[in-house]
């Protein structure tokens, strides 16, 4: 079981930057695949971005890609999302999810509650 808390979201002029992180509980986060995934009002779901345990894969949607970075840190059981030159589509609940296989929203087992990113024009 793991258990996932997301933090860091909030409001931010277009163009400015957040960094989400995502608190982990669970000795066994190192094992875990570990995902955001946006959800815009009246929209899709969105997978956003991806790391596997070691770190040394990481996947980014074409969205994001060259704007926002995936890392994690074993040793504090995070994972963080660093978000650049914020759009006003990035307007979303960002959740962090995780996986022991491959990276999808349909694979992701766990989930936290979401955190609220705002982008204004």
């Known amino acids: 079981q793991v258990q996932l808390v997301e933090s860091g979201g909030g409001l931010v002029q277009a163009g400015g930057s957040l960094r989400l992180s995502c608190a982990a509980s669970g000795r066994t986060f190192s094992r875990y695949t570990m995902g955001w995934v946006r959800q815009a009002p009246g929209k899709e779901r969105e997978f956003v971005g991806g790391i596997n345990w070691t770190g040394g894969s990481i996947y980014y949607a074409d969205s994001v890609k060259g704007r926002f970075a995936i890392s994690r840190d074993n040793a504090k059981n995070t994972v963080y999302l660093q978000m650049n030159s914020l759009k006003p589509g990035d307007t979303a609940v960002y959740y962090c999810?995780?996986?022991?296989?491959?990276?999808?929203?349909?694979?992701?087992?766990?989930w936290g509650q979401g955190t609220q990113v705002t982008v204004s024009s």
């Open positions: 999810a995780a996986t022991d296989t491959r990276m999808s929203i349909a694979t992701m087992k766990y």
